[in-house]
Each structure stands twice: as structure tokens, then as C-alpha cells.
Nanobody
């Protein structure tokens, strides 16, 4: 079974930065895509950023475009999310997810069952 472990969450002031990491127990290059999702209190889980391992193409939610950058280091089997210019609205539990079944399609718009594996999450809190 694939395991995903997130790290890097914490508390920062608005305008600050954080870098999240997701370590995978299996080769990341064998996945179709990996992605970051988040869930804020009282809200639905939403896709934040996705990366496709084949061509290293990426996709972002409109709310984070220009501020967040997703990247993948296949040599380290680690997914990253660089978050800059953080806003209080970014406060949420951030989850790493991966599709090792190659279901295809837009990974950013997948539901919980649309991604084969999930991490336990790392909490990001942005204060004003």
C-alpha cells in the first residue's frame, strides 16, 4: 500500500510563506498525477494544485494562481507545494493525494474516491 506523509505546515502571518512536502513510499514517477487538496473549517475539500508526472504539467485553483507553486522531485519521491503571499483564507488542512491507478482526467477536480491514496494532512494557519 502506498503511503503519503505530509510535512511543513505551521502558523504564519498574512503575507508569509510555507513549503509543504509530501513523501511517497512508492516511486512518484509511476503515478499519473499527484496533487494537493485542502479543507477549511466548515467547507468542502477543494483541489489546490496538481502535477502530472509524464510531462510535468501543472494546474492550479484560481484562488492560488500566482502565489502557489507545485513541484515534484522524482529522485526523492517527494511532492512539494511552495506557498507565498499567504492569506487568512488559505487556512486549512492540506492533504497530499496521488493517482497510481492512472484513471486519467483532471486530477484537480477529483473527489476523495477519485484519488487512490491520501496523506493524513498537515495544518496551515494564516493569521492577520
Amino acid at each position: 500500500q502506498v503511503q503519503l506523509v505530509e510535512s511543513g505546515g505551521g502558523s504564519v502571518q498574512a503575507g508569509g510563506s510555507l513549503r509543504l512536502s509530501c513523501a511517497a513510499s512508492e516511486y512518484t514517477y509511476s503515478s499519473y498525477c499527484m496533487a494537493w487538496f485542502r479543507q477549511a473549517p466548515g467547507k468542502e475539500r477543494e483541489g489546490v494544485a496538481a502535477i502530472y508526472t509524464g510531462g510535468d504539467t501543472t494546474n492550479y485553483a484560481d484562488s492560488v494562481k500566482g502565489r502557489f507553486t507545485i513541484s515534484l522531485d522524482n529522485a526523492k519521491n517527494t511532492l512539494y507545494l511552495q506557498m507565498n503571499s499567504l492569506k487568512p483564507e488559505d487556512t486549512a488542512m492540506y492533504y497530499c493525494a496521488a493517482d497510481y491507478e492512472h484513471l486519467g482526467g483532471d486530477c484537480l477536480r477529483r473527489g476523495y474516491n477519485g484519488m487512490g491514496y491520501w496523506g493524513k494532512g498537515t495544518l496551515v494557519t494564516v493569521s492577520s
